[in-house]
């Protein structure tokens, strides 16, 4: 079992930045690949960014490409997702996973899930 719980969300202006956190807790982070979604009402949680457990390779999706950054601090049981030059598409719930599926961008390559945290970019 890993636990997860967001942090770092909040309102900002488009062009502005967040860093949104991930604290783990229970079984060895460092054995699971990380990776981040986000789900707005009405739609289906989509792929943001996944960084790989063994290889540490980072994936990121084509609409937060050069924008944002996944990382990982496997000694401190943390991730971390630096959001730049956000937009109001950007607007969403960001959630953190945990897994070892193959595929880092599907939802069912992940077990584990955080409560979420609101971002929230203002025109």
């Known amino acids: 079992q890993v636990q997860l719980v967001e942090s770092g969300g909040g309102v900002v202006q488009a062009g502005g930045s967040l860093r949104l956190s991930c604290a783990a807790s229970?079984?060895?982070?460092?054995?699971?690949?990380m990776g981040w979604f986000r789900q707005v009402p009405g739609k289906e949680r989509e792929f943001v960014a996944a960084i790989n457990r063994i290889t540490g390779s980072t994936y990121y999706a084509d609409s937060v490409k050069g924008r944002f950054t996944i990382s990982r601090d496997n000694a401190k049981n943390t991730g971390n997702l630096q959001a730049n030059s956000l937009k109001p598409e950007d607007t969403a719930v960001y959630y953190c996973?945990?897994?070892?599926?193959?595929?880092?961008?599907?939802?069912?390559?992940?077990?584990?899930w955080g409560q979420g945290t609101q971002v929230t970019v203002s025109s």
């Open positions: 996973a945990a897994g070892r599926g193959v595929y880092l961008s599907r939802t069912s390559s992940y077990a584990y």
């Open positions: 229970g079984q060895t982070f460092g054995s699971y690949h």
